[in-house]
């Protein structure tokens, strides 16, 4: 059953990746500072994209609440591969989805998974929890997941920010997890 699953995301990420380069893309890239690269999409249609493929310091609010956004796409692309908060820290994460397709096509959402979990592993059982959001209902493995969501939709959570140290950040809609991961920072 494992290896069918495994067969399953493999089969899922190639299809999605597939469909998404029907189109004739030309991509430019322009850089920000240091660390911060923003990446410039224009297709066929016309249309640009703009993605964030950097890193962002997160903004800290009036009540004392970390403020971090991160945009999932109709591309299966994150906007940041890297985001940072101090240990402790209320965490309000939001998690906006700038793209067209709908929850059950290209849904997106961010989980912040513990240290030492086999991000594979994970994401192959996802794909069978799709009634959970595709969070794996026995799964001790998370600290905090935004609700899976479709294009043009926002969600927010919060949450208290662990020990310092860095955790891996993913999208556990099935195949998805293989591109759209980065680091979660906890200084």
Request: aromatic residues 6%; charged residues 20%; proline residues 2%.
């Amino acid at each position: 059953m494992r290896n069918l699953n495994r067969i399953l995301a493999i089969f899922v990420t190639v299809i999605m990746i597939s469909c998404g380069n029907n189109q004739k893309e030309e991509e430019e890239r322009i850089t920000i500072g240091d660390n911060n690269q923003l990446e410039s999409t224009e297709t066929s249609e016309g249309t640009t994209s703009t993605t964030d493929t950097g890193s962002e310091a997160s903004e800290t609010s009036e009540d004392g609440v970390v403020e971090v956004s991160i945009t999932g796409n109709d591309q299966m692309q994150f906007n940041k591969n890297e985001l940072r908060v101090k240990a402790g820290q209320t965490v309000r994460l939001t998690l906006n989805h700038s793209g067209q397709l709908a929850e059950n096509v290209m849904g997106h959402n961010v989980v912040i998974l513990k240290q030492g979990t086999d991000v594979t592993d994970f994401g192959t059982r996802a794909a069978s929890a799709r009634d959970n959001d595709y969070i794996p209902a026995d799964s001790d493995e998370v600290i905090a997941h935004t609700e899976m969501i479709g294009g043009g939709e926002s969600t927010t959570i919060e949450f208290e920010a662990p020990e310092a140290g860095t955790y891996t950040f993913i999208c556990s809609f099935p195949g998805h997890y293989v591109q759209m991961q980065g680091e979660f920072i906890v200084e």
